[in-house]
Each structure stands twice: as structure tokens, then as C-alpha cells.
């Protein structure tokens, strides 16, 4: 991602970045075209999007003046972890809403930025989004990817809530909740392994979080809240 200024628009500061073509993906553009549309305190809007060339496209989207997750000393508290996820249930609920999957809710795509009344919390980059699910691809990092897109399986806008929860899960712990070894290891017992209860390795997490944690990690995603709003509740 590369900061850069609009010009046009009396010089403000603006993120630009290169979204690489996926094979097999499908047309991006129904989804960029809807996410053209969307404004959201927690998304991180998109302004221009078009190709460069055969092999990819760009992105220009408001700049958000913060780090990402993937850039701050772990674990982080509580609170600021309740408040991730606040923001993280409003800004899906606006893109699910619409009918969009966004397919790589990652560390890498949030951005923390200090806010007056403590941190607030950005979701970035929306290159993988897709109208409605994409059949025949594992779509997103598989680090963060729920076990159904794993096993190639029907799934829907709950997949997102799944990695969700595995952000916020990283946030408090530092680590997956599936253990430590090998990619395929790790990723392995997420598909055949219940997470475990979060108070096991945070105990000072309350046990609202920890009933909101299991229901973001459940393998089922018809377990799982069925969106935004059930968190925000």
C-alpha cells in the first residue's frame, strides 16, 4: 500500500493499492462497484478503483492515519479488544448487508488509529469482495479463513465473522487458537477441532467474551451469530 495525494481534490492524503487478478475468481467488478457506494465510520472507503493492465488492478481508498494489526505489540487489553470488536461487527454488518463477502478479514487489513475517546478500528481493502459467495476457490489467507472455505463447502457471509473472531482471538493471546507447528497442521485441527474457551488462556477475558468468542469460532456457521447486529445486541 502506498500513500499518495489526490490532487484533484485539494492534495488530501490517499492510500493506493495494487490488487493482483486472481485466476478463476470471477468479475470483480459487481462487488467494487457496490463498494463504490459504501461509507461507513469503520471502512476505510473506497474512492477510485480501475486496471492497469492484464494482471491487476488498483485501489485508492480514504487514508486511515494508523497501523494495522499486524504492526502492534500483542497480546492487547480487554477493552481495546471489545472495542475491535464493535467496530468489527458494524463495519461487516454494513458489507454483508449489501450482500458482499469480503473474503480477507486479516490483521493486515485493519487499521488501528487513536480516537478521543480511546482506540477506533478500520477495515481496509476490499480487492477479494465478492456479491454473494464464490464457488471452486479457497478465497482469502488461510491463516484467517473459516474451516468451510478450508473444505471447499457451501458457506456465506458468515465465514467473515469467522475470521473475525480469529483476529480478535490473535489480539488476545498472540497466537491462533488452534496452537502452534506447521500451516497445514494448525489449519488442519481447525477444521476437525472446537476451539478452545478463551478464559483457558486469558483469564482475565469476562465470560461475555468468552460466549462471543466461541459463538465467532464455531465450525458450524449455522452456530455462529448471523450477523453484525447479533454482536452488537
Not at 96 to 108: A, F, K, S
Request: glycine share 12%; net charge negative; aromatic share 4%.
Amino acid at each position: 500500500v502506498d500513500l499518495a495525494e489526490d490532487l484533484l481534490n485539494g492534495g488530501r492524503r490517499v492510500a493506493v493499492k495494487r490488487l493482483e487478478t486472481i485466476v478463476g475468481a470471477g468479475d470483480p467488478e459487481p462487488a467494487a462497484e457496490v463498494l463504490r457506494w459504501l461509507m461507513h465510520p469503520s471502512w476505510a472507503e473506497i474512492l477510485d478503483e480501475g486496471r492497469l493492465d492484464e494482471h491487476g488492478r488498483f485501489q485508492v481508498s480514504r487514508y486511515v492515519p494508523g497501523h494495522s494489526l499486524d504492526h502492534v505489540e500483542l497480546p492487547r487489553p480487554v477493552d481495546e479488544v471489545l472495542r475491535f470488536l464493535e467496530d468489527g461487527a458494524r463495519a461487516l454488518r454494513a458489507l454483508h448487508r449489501r450482500g458482499l463477502i469480503h473474503y480477507d478479514v486479516t490483521p493486515g487489513n485493519w487499521l488501528r488509529e487513536e480516537g478521543p475517546d480511546g482506540p477506533r478500528f478500520t477495515l481496509t481493502d476490499g480487492g477479494l469482495a465478492s456479491m454473494g459467495p464464490v464457488r471452486g476457490i479457497a478465497r482469502g489467507t488461510p491463516a484467517f479463513m473459516a474451516p468451510e472455505i478450508l473444505e471447499g463447502a457451501p458457506h456465506d457471509h458468515r465465514a467473515d465473522l469467522y475470521s473475525l473472531g480469529l483476529v480478535a482471538w490473535r489480539m488476545l493471546t498472540g497466537a491462533d487458537p488452534h496452537g502452534t507447528g506447521g500451516a497445514g497442521e494448525v489449519l488442519g485441527r481447525r477444521r476437525r477441532v472446537a476451539a478452545p474457551l478463551l478464559r483457558r488462556v486469558r483469564a482475565d477475558a469476562p465470560a461475555s467474551l468468552e460466549r462471543i468468542l466461541a459463538a465467532l469460532l464455531e465450525r458450524d456457521p449455522e452456530r455462529r451469530p448471523a450477523d453484525g447486529s447479533a454482536l452488537l445486541a
